[in-house]
């Protein structure tokens, strides 16, 4: 008898670079959870993913990293089936200096970029296959400090200290632990507001210097290392902290063009 496609769970799937993470792993024959805060637009992403991978089996699970109230919800929503890839990718930022940064919104953001990923990895480890990978979805601010991102830079830093943590944490349980820094990603993250914004505007991008590359991150590019870091061909890479950001944080450039 066949055994059933491996499963992955999104945390963040429904926008950006998580969703294309769902897509990328339904192309290597997982099915996938995914989860967000908008119930209507989660159901219309796992419609979108299902038909563009048909035959495999997508869920929405409506879900706001910060309340830990629905934790217990997962033996139902997962139905025995232990998670092959974890995926930890919801997160939020504000566009500001650090020191000008209300404690309250700091707070909430440490909440919902770090304490909520531990305390998700604290109530699925029971549910994860062996082996298995988690990967956290960090970013190039939390490398190289961005002083107009400065929480969020701080939180982010605090991301890749915890993933390699937790790759030793969970090494006796052959879960492999590795965290993704993407650089400047066109669609940018939903929710790295300015002061007053309640959703970042879709030509934020435009501002955006290149990097050495010569373009923009697209989501895909992240995706295509997550599919790797959750296959068996990452099969020794944990602890991992790794840039997917076309050269931004390689060093400073020279300033002069030499032909």
């Known amino acids: 008898m066949d055994s059933p496609p491996r499963l992955a769970v999104v945390i963040g799937g429904t926008s950006g670079i998580g969703l294309a993470i769902a897509g990328r792993l339904m192309e290597d024959g997982c099915d996938v959870v995914i989860t967000g805060r908008n119930a209507e637009r989660g159901r219309d992403t796992a419609h979108s993913l299902s ?6 089996s997508v869920q929405f699970h409506a879900l706001d990293v910060r309340d830990a109230a629905h934790d217990g919800d997962w033996p139902t929503i997962l139905d025995t089936r232990p998670i092959d890839t974890l995926v930890l990718s ?17 707070l909430d953001m440490l909440h919902v970029n770090v304490a909520a990923p531990l305390r998700l990895i604290q109530a699925l480890r029971g549910h994860m296959a062996s082996p298995s990978s988690v990967v956290l979805i960090s970013s190039d601010a939390g490398v190289e400090g961005e002083q107009n991102l400065g929480a969020y830079s701080v939180t982010k830093a605090a991301v890749n200290m915890l993933g390699r943590m937790m790759a030793l944490d969970l090494a006796r349980d052959n879960i492999r632990v590795n965290v993704v820094c993407p650089g400047d990603t066109v669609p940018g993250m939903r929710y790295l507001l300015r ?33 790797f870091l959750a296959s068996p061909r990452a099969d020794f890479m944990t602890g ?3 840039l997917v950001d076309g050269g931004s944080r390689a060093g400073r450039p020279d300033p002069s063009p030499h032909n």
Do not use: C, I, K, M
């Open 240 to 242: 991992t902290v790794t």
């Open 90 to 106: 919801a997160a939020f930022g504000r566009q500001s200096w650090v020191t000008e940064t209300p404690p309250d919104v700091f």
């Open 195 to 227: 002061p007053g914004e309640s959703q970042r505007s879709e030509h934020d991008y435009l501002s955006w210097p290149l990097p050495p590359r010569g373009r923009l991150g697209q989501a895909r590019d992240t995706a295509e290392l997550v599919a």
């Open 51 to 56: 038909q563009a991978n048909p035959g495999q």
